[in-house]
Every structure is written in C-alpha cells, then in structure tokens.
C-alpha cells in the first residue's frame, strides 16, 4: 500500500528518490487515528485533534523535496503536528529541530516520538513564529501551517543558501520557497495553490 502511495505521488510530479523511499517506509496509519487507519495510505489529509489535520502524503513530499535536503542539514519545522512530516525529514537523515504550539498534540506526539523511536534533536512547545534563534541558522525551513504572512525571524534564521518552505495565505495559501542569497537578498518562488490549516501565533 505504501508502494502505491509512492507511485501515486511520481504521478503527480514527485521525483524526488529519497522522498519517495521515506514515504515507502514510514507507516503512515501509525500516525493516525485508529478510525482512519485503513485510508492511511490514500493521498488524503486526516484529522488529528485539537483542530490539526495531518497533511496529505502529496503535500508533505512536494514541501520535503522543496527543501533540496542533504544529509545531515538542519532543519527547522514549524507545527510537529503528528509528527509523520517529523518522521520524513529524519529518514532524509536531517538534523530536525520541531515546534508545536497546541498542548495537547505536542504531549501526545512527545509520547508518539519516543514509543516509535525517532529522534528530533529538539521538540519543542511554543510559538512557530519566532523561529528557534537559539539553534539558527538553518539549512532549511519549513512551515505546515497556513501563514497569513511569512514571518520575518524566519527569514533571518536561514543560512546563506538556505531554503523556507511556507504556504501563505489566508483562505487558500501559495507554497512559496525564499532562497537566501546573500545577507539581505533572498530569491522567491511561488508553486500552485493549496489548503492548510492556520498558523497560530501566540498572542500573548
């Protein structure tokens, strides 16, 4: 079912060979709701709790290879969510920093992670919108979460060809890649159209 998966992702343009390996291995329906396991392997989003959806299977691996990932990069990722986007940058064998800003996911997702055995170097509670400045700068960013705006720590967090993958938008959101040049200059790519859920900003 995963190799279907797979093979239903090349169709829709995905080519990239450690991307699709990663979605041959990891077992997706681990991820989910038991209700939903036997449509795990579908390229559909699901829903999580706490208002979250896990992404479809398409999505996460159109996000991942805009990354251009090589082993060992660091990376930073906005909205653990389930953790299977998680799951897919470790099996790229990428260094990955994660951040969940609702409670109840972020426990239940911690446990997740430990139960199954991956390893992010660091999971963190709080607002995606900061970024990790501590742990900057990153090889590349990604965001699974509506923005209705890129937010600009995230932007001075990359290193100099570093990559930020992010939907912006309100309704619909464009997934949209920043190249960083130079210190003040950075490269902007817009690709099709798609849904997410939004980005929380902590507005306390």
Do not use: C, W
Request: aromatic letters at 10%; zero cysteines.
């Amino acid at each position: 079912m995963r190799n279907k998966l797979a093979e239903t992702l090349v169709e829709k343009g995905i080519t990239s060979k450690s991307v699709l390996e990663a979605i041959k291995t990891i077992p997706r329906h681990l991820f989910l709701d038991s209700s939903f396991e036997d449509h795990a392997y579908q390229d559909k989003a699901f829903p999580i709790g706490a208002e979250q959806t896990i992404s479809q299977p398409y999505t996460v691996a159109f996000q991942t290879e805009l990354l251009e990932l090589k082993p060992n990069a660091k990376v930073l990722e906005i909205g653990t969510g389930s953790g299977y986007q998680t799951a897919v940058l470790l099996h790229q064998k990428a260094k990955v920093y994660t951040i969940e800003r609702q409670l109840e996911l972020f426990k239940k997702t911690k446990l997740f992670f430990s139960k199954m055995g991956y390893r992010p170097k660091k999971y963190i509670f709080g607002d995606g919108y900061k970024g990790l400045p501590e742990e900057a700068p990153f090889d590349g960013i990604i965001v699974t979460a509506g923005a209705p705006y890129v937010p600009n720590p995230l932007l001075a967090q990359l290193k100099i060809g570093g990559r930020l993958v992010i939907p912006v938008g309100d309704e619909e959101q464009v997934m949209t890649l920043f190249v960083r040049k130079s210190e003040k200059e950075f490269e902007k790519k817009e690709f099709g159209s798609f849904r997410f859920v939004p980005l929380l900003e902590d507005k306390n």
